[in-house]
RNA sequence: GGCCCGGUAGCUCAGCUGAAUAGAGCAACUGCCUUCUAAGCAGUAGGUCAUUGGUUUGAAUCCAAUCCGGGUCACCA
């Protein structure tokens, strides 16, 4: 482990010795020195001043020098400045840890701990294409799984394809009235774009038959709805409205009704009819319909099934929530007989939640079909069932972080034994500069075009650097890849998942500074270098490092706990900010400092070491992201 | 309205389990390619860490209030 977890107990003990009191190494802050001082790691003394009764200075120098009295091979001097102990690790602590970890190949791996872990990530609708939303999605969930791997858990990816709703119908419908009997094939769409366009034409159609039978109901006719209740609700909504609209102050209150009377008109228009009609036959099981529903899911599914593997996404395994939407029903008997869910008397169940400070819940409907909540009860049971999970991670938007809450309410109240380990992993929306992305109204990001678009970025740019001209053009066509895919993936991951984030599609993904083409290109010239020369094996020569030497690979030591770190907080970012220091340090490094014609031939196999470690160390993090280093760029 | 999340340089973000003069990248400006790939390196400039009060030897960080932005509280998914 990295060096400060070999410190921190020396340090207690060094105020055991000398002052003979007894601190927690929690209690020990440990910070790496600021560049202007000299010096490795810093101690910092104030918290020990009220019990030890001495300025900081005097427990500075004393703890100082102790630790270099006892242990002198690892402290090869220190300082103190104000409240700080700067301590000066030697150099030989840094050089025996590059020896020893040169050669491997996959720095920061920990063996398995017995824990299982899986994480359902990605979980599409099937009525349109991926966006940029789903990609943040699938690249966390993707990389915290990998993680997960490194850190010695035994991950296994999940999806839940929601394929059946509303939502599915109105691409089916939209295709059934729409399309006079067009296909992927005949028109050479992509499969997932050719079903999300029919979903758009369906909403267009209810939106234009909708607003027309609002302006309907607005002049008193309300002979397009059927319904007596609607019908009769309409003219009262629409009186109401009229009557709100007249009065000064009660805008906001006529705005709301008008919401109320468009919903409405939704509702009633034929498109949204025909919708829902299909949603029941569904349901009923008409062949039909079902045939439908299976050609145009499987049409989707060839797209995104193209998608995923552009993007490396993988899973190993798919729930269907037409297989699961039914599953949950029977804890709702369970929980009525806990006394977790009650009934009321039109026939409903809820659970109370209130006393945990959420609201109450609905779990059944009075008519007996189950809602949303009810299903992931069902779906998180069946999860445990096939795997027996420690740990049940979703990746799922913080959008429905309530939601989640409430699940694992549900879960602990009916008494699972997994459901202390149900966590969501709740990251921010991708947002346009204008607000939302919907895909209702047309204004997304598509996956496949902005990667795509990508694509033909580092194209040009690689063309105009003329690096690669020997390269065939499957090779620059990987290339290609490897870089889009690695400016979008570090763009999405390098911030805090728990924050919202906002894309803004005029200034295009950079290449430069902090993005994932610069860490490409770092690990291309360190290839370049080793192509030339590897280092030799053998004993070290070398027994001293300059600065920039010293400052390379005691940031390559820290890697296994920047690991660590961001499998504890679960964010990819960490090791996305991480290997960015590592590239800019090693780019700074070989800019002082010569590798194959260095000053001596001792030197010159140090920094090969030096260079071979950074490499394993940046492929290893930028895998961890799912981004691939390429050999040469 | 209740609950939750956020507000740090012109822009995008680190830092948030308290510690030295608040850091990166982009954009702007200066230098550096007969030398291992200039998709690079070195430097200049840019800040009332939303506001106010509190705790502390010490606050961007913890607490409270306020302002601003977002989410959520459906017999939707």
Same mark, same amino acid.
């Given at each position: 482990?990295?060096?400060?977890?070999?410190?921190?107990?020396?340090?207690?003990?060094?105020?055991?010795?000398?002052?003979?009191?007894?601190?927690?190494?929690?209690?020990?802050?440990?910070?790496?020195?600021?560049?202007?001082?000299?010096?490795?790691?810093?101690?910092?003394?104030?918290?020990?001043?009220?019990?030890?009764?001495?300025?900081?200075?005097?427990?500075?120098?004393?703890?100082?020098?102790?630790?270099?009295?006892?242990?002198?091979?690892?402290?090869?001097?220190?300082?103190?400045?104000?409240?700080?102990?700067?301590?000066?690790?030697?150099?030989?602590?840094?050089?025996?840890?590059?020896?020893?970890?040169?050669?491997?190949?996959?720095?920061?791996?920990?063996?398995?701990?017995?824990?299982?872990?899986?994480?359902?990530?990605?979980?599409?609708?099937?009525?349109?294409?991926?966006?940029?939303?789903?990609?943040?999605?699938?690249?966390?969930?993707?990389?915290?799984?990998?993680?997960?791997?490194?850190?010695?858990?035994?991950?296994?990816?999940?999806?839940?394809?929601?394929?059946?709703?509303?939502?599915?119908?109105?691409?089916?419908?939209?295709?059934?009235?729409?399309?006079?009997?067009?296909?992927?094939?005949?028109?050479?769409?992509?499969?997932?774009?050719?079903? #999300? %366009?029919?979903?758009?034409?369906?909403?267009?159609?209810? /939106? *234009?038959? =909708? +607003?027309? $039978?609002?302006?309907?109901?607005?002049? #008193? %006719?309300?002979?397009?709805?059927?319904?007596?209740?609607? /019908? *009769?609700? =309409? +003219?009262? $909504?629409?009186?109401?409205?009229?009557?709100?609209?007249?009065?000064?102050?009660?805008?906001?209150?006529?705005?709301?009704?008008?919401?109320? $009377?468009?919903?409405?008109?939704?509702?009633?228009?034929?498109?949204?009819?025909?919708?829902?009609?299909?949603?029941?036959?569904?349901?009923?099981?008409?062949?039909?319909?079902?045939?439908?529903?299976?050609?145009?899911?499987?049409?989707?599914?060839?797209?995104?099934?193209?998608?995923?593997?552009?993007?490396?996404?993988?899973?190993?395994?798919?729930?269907?929530?037409?297989?699961?939407?039914?599953?949950?029903?029977?804890?709702?008997?369970?929980?009525?007989?806990?006394?977790?869910?009650?009934?009321?008397?039109?026939?409903?169940?809820?659970?109370?939640?209130?006393?945990?400070?959420?609201?109450?819940?609905?779990?059944?409907?009075?008519?007996?079909?189950?809602?949303?909540?009810?299903?992931?009860?069902?779906?998180?049971?069946?999860?445990?069932?096939?795997?027996?999970?420690?740990?049940?991670?979703?990746?799922?938007?913080?959008?429905?972080?309530?939601?989640?809450?409430?699940?694992?309410?549900?879960?602990?109240?009916?008494?699972?034994?997994?459901?202390?380990?149900?966590?969501?992993?709740?990251?921010?929306?991708?947002?346009?500069?204008?607000?939302?992305?919907?895909?209702?109204?047309?204004?997304?990001?598509?996956?496949?075009?902005?990667?795509?678009?990508?694509?033909?970025?580092?194209?040009?740019?690689?063309?105009?650097?003329?690096?690669?001209?020997?390269?065939?053009?499957?090779?620059?066509?990987?290339?290609?890849?490897?870089?889009?895919?690695?400016?979008?993936?570090?763009?999405?991951?390098?911030?805090?998942?728990?924050?919202?984030?906002?894309?803004?599609?005029?200034?295009?993904?950079?290449?430069?500074?902090?993005?994932?083409?610069?860490?490409?290109?770092?690990?291309?010239?360190?290839?370049?270098?080793?192509?030339?020369?590897?280092?030799?094996?053998?004993?070290?020569?070398?027994?001293?490092?300059?600065?920039?030497?010293?400052?390379?690979?005691?940031?390559?030591?820290?890697?296994?706990?920047?690991?660590?770190?961001?499998?504890?907080?679960?964010?990819?970012?960490?090791?996305?900010?991480?290997?960015?220091?590592?590239?800019?340090?090693?780019?700074?490094?070989?800019?002082?400092?010569?590798?194959?014609?260095?000053?001596?031939?001792?030197?010159?196999?140090?920094?090969?070491?030096?260079?071979?470690?950074?490499?394993?160390?940046?492929?290893?993090?930028?895998?961890?992201?799912?981004?691939?280093?390429?050999?040469?760029?």
């Amino acid at each position: 482990m990295g060096v400060t977890t070999t410190i921190k107990p020396l340090i207690t003990a060094a105020l055991k010795d000398v002052y003979g009191q007894d601190f927690a190494e929690k209690d020990l802050t440990i910070n790496t020195t600021k560049p202007e001082f000299e010096g490795d790691y810093t101690l910092v003394l104030f918290s020990f001043v009220k019990q030890l009764r001495q300025s900081p200075e005097q427990i500075g120098q004393a703890i100082g020098q102790h630790l270099a009295t006892t242990h002198p091979a690892l402290f090869q001097g220190f300082n103190v400045i104000k409240g700080f102990l700067n301590l000066v690790i030697a150099d030989a602590y840094w050089l025996g840890y590059l020896d020893t970890s040169y050669q491997d190949k996959n720095p920061g791996h920990q063996p398995s701990n017995g824990r299982k872990v899986i994480v359902e990530y990605s979980s599409p609708n099937t009525n349109k294409p991926l966006h940029l939303g789903h990609l943040r999605n699938n690249f966390l969930g993707w990389s915290v799984a990998e993680i997960l791997k490194q850190t010695g858990h035994e991950v296994f990816k999940t999806a839940i394809l929601n394929d059946r709703g509303i939502h599915i119908c109105k691409s089916m419908a939209g295709w059934k009235y729409l399309s006079d009997g067009a296909t992927p094939e005949s028109t050479g769409i992509k499969p997932d774009h050719f079903v #999300g %366009d029919y979903y758009v034409k369906a909403e267009n159609t209810i /939106k *234009a038959q =909708a +607003a027309e $039978l609002l302006k309907a109901l607005l002049a #008193g %006719d309300t002979s397009g709805i059927e319904a007596e209740a609607d /019908k *009769a609700e =309409a +003219a009262r $909504l629409t009186g109401i409205y009229h009557q709100l609209q007249g009065e000064e102050g009660k805008e906001k209150e006529a705005d709301k009704t008008l919401d109320q $009377l468009k919903e409405l008109a939704r509702k009633h228009s034929p498109f949204m009819k025909i919708t829902q009609q299909m949603l029941i036959d569904w349901e009923n099981g008409d062949p039909e319909v079902r045939a439908l529903w299976f050609k145009m899911n499987n049409w989707v599914y060839e797209g995104f099934a193209e998608t995923y593997k552009v993007i490396g996404s993988d899973f190993d395994k798919n729930y269907f929530e037409s297989e699961t939407y039914l599953l949950g029903k029977e804890f709702v008997e369970d929980g009525l007989k806990k006394g977790v869910f009650y009934r009321k008397p039109d026939g409903s169940v809820w659970i109370d939640l209130t006393a945990d400070g959420l609201d109450e819940k609905l779990v059944l409907r009075k008519d007996g079909t189950s809602v949303y909540i009810t299903q992931d009860i069902g779906l998180a049971d069946k999860k445990y069932e096939d795997f027996h999970y420690d740990q049940s991670l979703y990746v799922i938007a913080d959008e429905q972080i309530y939601h989640m809450k409430v699940l694992q309410l549900i879960l602990q109240k009916l008494e699972k034994p997994y459901a202390d380990g149900v966590l969501h992993l709740s990251y921010g929306m991708v947002e346009l500069p204008d607000g939302r992305m919907k895909t209702r109204e047309g204004n997304v990001v598509d996956a496949d075009d902005i990667i795509a678009e990508l694509k033909n970025v580092a194209k040009a740019k690689t063309e105009e650097l003329g690096k690669v001209q020997d390269f065939n053009p499957g090779e620059l066509n990987e290339l290609y890849d490897t870089l889009a895919l690695g400016a979008l993936k570090f763009f999405l991951l390098r911030v805090d998942p728990k924050k919202r984030m906002i894309f803004n599609p005029e200034e295009s993904i950079d290449f430069h500074g902090f993005t994932g083409p610069f860490i490409q290109y770092t690990h291309a010239r360190i290839r370049s270098i080793l192509r030339k020369e590897e280092p030799a094996a053998g004993p070290r020569m070398e027994e001293t490092l300059l600065p920039k030497e010293k400052e390379l690979i005691v940031l390559l030591e820290q890697y296994s706990h920047t690991l660590d770190q961001a499998r504890q907080e679960q964010s990819p970012s960490l090791i996305a900010n991480y290997v960015f220091l590592v590239a800019k340090t090693y780019n700074s490094f070989i800019a002082d400092h010569r590798v194959l014609k260095a000053e001596s031939e001792s030197k010159k196999q140090l920094r090969l070491r030096i260079s071979e470690l950074t490499g394993h160390t940046i492929a290893g993090a930028m895998g961890l992201l799912g981004i691939r280093v390429p050999e040469r760029m």
